[in-house]
T-cell receptor, first 110, second 111 residues
Framework: KQEVTQIPAALSVPEGENLVLNCSFTDSAIYNLQWFRQDPGKGLTSLLLIQSSQREQTSGRLNASLDKSSGRSTLYIAASQPGDSATYLCAAHNNNDMRFGAGTRLTVKP | DGGITQSPKYLFRKEGQNVTLSCEQN?????MYWYRQDPGQGLRLIYYSQIVNDFQKGDIAEGYSVSREKKESFPLTVTSAQKNPTAFYLC??????????FGPGTRLTVL
């Protein structure tokens, strides 16, 4: 059964800093891995989807990488802004079964 | 506008009462999902459906029921058998094995 872990649980950085969020998963036989953003009391917003055949995806200041052999994905945020403050979740998708990490709560201080 | 809508945004349930949460999508997605989110935890799958008139139990289906009579709609009923229903409920949809898109959520509170 797939297990997804996100470290750290919380992260606080000054504005402008580059940062990396980590996601690890136990079963490498995934279809894809998806990163989401969640603001307090809101639904999830899809940020990036990496197919199992891909190594990375980029959208604006965000870059997500995938290393299936080591069971890891990272979300890189460049030049962080206060508006990036939110909880970031990753989810690993195996055969109609999507498993979520508990998330990393990011605070970017002005 | 294409997207997923959930209603109501807030819902209050009395002990012993069944309540139904609505989820509608106009993205023409075949698959729809219901998740439960508790504070500090990841999302847990309640039910999912890949086609009309068919659905499968997730990890925590006990005390919940669903129907999928139309492609666009996947309502979730929280029955009185669910002993700890207070949580944030999220609905999602996708093409089969594809990127999932989420609705805004319904916060259910037991009075």
């Amino acid at each position: 059964k797939q297990e997804v872990t996100q470290i750290p649980a919380a992260l606080s950085v000054p504005e402008g800093e580059n940062l990396v969020l980590n996601c690890s998963f136990t079963d490498s036989a995934i279809y894809n891995l998806q990163w989401f953003r969640q603001d307090p009391g809101k639904g999830l917003t899809s940020l990036l989807l990496i197919q199992s055949s891909q190594r990375e995806q980029t959208s604006g200041r965000l870059n997500a990488s995938l290393d299936k052999s080591s069971g890891r994905s990272t979300l890189y945020i460049a030049a962080s802004q206060p508006g990036d403050s939110a909880t970031y979740l990753c989810a690993a998708h195996n055969n109609n079964d999507m498993r979520f990490g508990a998330g990393t709560r990011l605070t970017v201080k002005p | 506008d294409g997207g997923i809508t959930q209603s109501p945004k807030y819902l209050f349930r009395k002990e012993g009462q069944n309540v139904t949460l609505s989820c509608e999508q106009n993205l023409n997605h075949d698959a729809m999902y219901w998740y439960r989110q508790d504070p500090g935890q990841g999302l847990r799958l309640i039910y999912y459906s890949q086609i009309v008139n068919d659905f499968q139990k997730g990890d925590i289906a006990e005390g919940y029921s669903v129907s999928r009579e139309k492609k666009e709609s996947f309502p979730l009923t929280v029955t009185s058998a669910q002993k700890n229903p207070t949580a944030f409920y999220l609905c999602a949809s996708s093409i089969l094995s594809g990127e999932q898109f989420f609705g805004p959520g319904t916060r259910l509170t037991v009075l």
